[in-house]
Each structure stands twice: as structure tokens, then as C-alpha cells.
């Protein structure tokens, strides 16, 4: 049974950076797309990010594109959300989910999609 643990969240200040881990065990990552999804309070759940199992695909929200980076390293059986130029809006708990089969790329932001979902990290952009 695969089993996802993220982890990198924090309080950063407006403009900072963080990196968000998505680490799994139980099975490898290598047939699986991996989204990173965003929830804020009262706010339903959003896709950030998408990786194809290979990560010669990606994809990013409109509201992330050029300040966040998604990139995985099989060999770790992890993958990363670098954050840079955090905003306050990015405020929420950030969810790592795998899917192992897709059938079509231009749904991986789609929270439907996935079958097994970690636990949540809490990304925190204040001053």
C-alpha cells in the first residue's frame, strides 16, 4: 500500500521560499503522476501541481505558474514543490496525491483522480 508523507511546510514572510517534500513508501513512485493540491479554510481543495511518472510533463495553476517548481527524484521515491515568491494567498495545507493510472494528463489537476493522498502540510505566508 503506498503511503505519502509530506513535509518542508512553515511560516515564511510575503516573497520567501520554501520547498515542500512528498516522500513515499510502501511501493516505488516510478508509475505514478504526482499533483500537490492546496486547501485554505473555507476554500475547497485546488490543484498546484501535476508530474508525470516520468516528470517529462508537468503542469501548473494559472495562480502558480512562475514562482512554483514541481520535479521528482525516483531514485528517492520523492517529489518536491519548490515555492518562491510566496504570497499570502498562498496560505493553506498542502496535500501530495499519486495516481497510477491517468487517463488523460489534462486532468492531473483534478483532486478526483487520485487514489492515495498524504497527510496534509501547513504552508503559512505572513509577515
Known amino acids: 500500500q503506498l503511503q505519502l508523507v509530506e513535509s518542508g511546510g512553515g511560516l515564511v514572510q510575503p516573497g520567501g521560499s520554501l520547498r515542500l517534500s512528498c516522500a513515499a513508501s510502501?511501493?516505488?513512485?516510478?508509475?505514478?503522476?504526482i499533483g500537490w493540491f492546496r486547501q485554505a479554510p473555507g476554500k475547497e481543495r485546488e490543484g498546484v501541481s501535476c508530474?508525470?511518472?516520468?516528470?517529462?510533463?508537468?503542469n501548473y495553476a494559472d495562480s502558480v505558474k512562475g514562482r512554483f517548481t514541481i520535479s521528482r527524484d525516483n531514485t528517492k521515491n520523492t517529489v518536491y514543490l519548490q515555492m518562491n515568491s510566496l504570497k499570502p494567498e498562498d496560505t493553506a495545507i498542502y496535500y501530495c496525491?499519486?495516481?497510477?493510472?491517468?487517463?488523460?494528463?489534462?486532468?492531473?489537476?483534478?483532486?478526483?483522480?487520485?487514489?492515495?493522498w498524504g497527510q496534509g502540510t501547513q504552508v503559512t505566508v505572513s509577515s
Open positions: 510502501g511501493s516505488t513512485l516510478d508509475y505514478y503522476t
Open positions: 496525491a499519486a495516481v497510477e493510472l491517468l487517463l488523460s494528463f489534462s486532468l492531473c489537476n483534478s483532486p478526483r483522480q487520485y487514489a492515495y
Open positions: 508530474i508525470s511518472s516520468s516528470g517529462g510533463r508537468t
